[in-house]
């Protein structure tokens, strides 16, 4: 066996080398909790000087990278071999700064499962979206975190530009790692799209209005 195979097919395993992976021990996120069946993992990210932002709250970066991967990891883990298993899109849900120590749940029942399974079974796309939330010691819940994509699909014969800008407004907001901005901030995309092609982009937005 594999230590991949190893890595997906034991949850105690899975745990310790998850919390040892060098991004997120530079970021201080941790896992604390999986299952043995990989349908609910929690992971922790607790605030350091390291990691705290201008405005002396959890920085955004961090709170992503708590968030990111599991999903897709726990996919991994369930469905096993033959399945190609790709993060692109996610949400999750916040609505206060957070400090302090701050958790994540992510739970996945069989019928997510069984859903991915069917829907993928002549090899078609299954693009689902999950969400979690991250909540402070109190259980409150922190900030507004979401994913977007944008495909772009065109049909001609030639490389055409697409071109898009979405105007997001909040107390504060960080696109992708650009500096936080007040009130509104303006994500633009600008595309090449190959003859006859598809492309897909995404970027992350941090709304934080507490």
Do not use: C
């Not at 096993?80 to 029942?109: C, E, M, N």
């Not at 944008?150 to 055409?160: C, M, Q, T």
């Not at 901005?181 to 934080?208: C, E, H, M």
């Amino acid at each position: 066996m594999s230590f991949r195979e190893k890595l997906f097919s034991n949850a105690k395993l899975f745990k310790r080398v998850m919390s040892l992976y060098p991004p997120f021990l530079g970021a201080g996120v941790r896992v604390t909790q999986v299952a043995d069946d990989f349908s609910e993992v929690v992971v922790e990210l607790r605030m350091n000087p390291f990691n705290r932002n201008a405005f002396g709250t959890h920085f955004g970066g961090s709170l992503y990278a708590m968030t990111d991967p599991f999903f897709a990891l726990m996919m991994v883990a369930r469905l096993g071999k033959g399945y190609l298993v790709w993060d692109k899109s996610a949400q999750i849900d916040f609505v206060r700064p957070g400090t302090g120590v701050v958790t994540a749940t992510f739970k996945l029942g069989e019928e997510q499962f069984a859903e991915a399974r069917e829907a993928t079974r002549d090899g078609a796309k299954f693009e689902p979206v999950y969400q979690v939330e991250v909540k402070d010691a109190k259980g409150n819940v922190t900030k507004t975190t979401y994913r977007v994509t944008y495909a772009f699909e065109s049909s001609k014969d030639r490389a055409v530009r697409a071109e898009v800008t979405e105007r997001i407004g909040g107390r504060v907001i960080i696109i992708d790692t650009s500096a936080p901005v007040k009130n509104q901030g303006t994500a633009n995309l600008r595309v090449d799209v190959p003859a006859n092609g598809k492309v897909s982009r995404t970027f992350t937005v941090v709304i934080d209005n507490s």
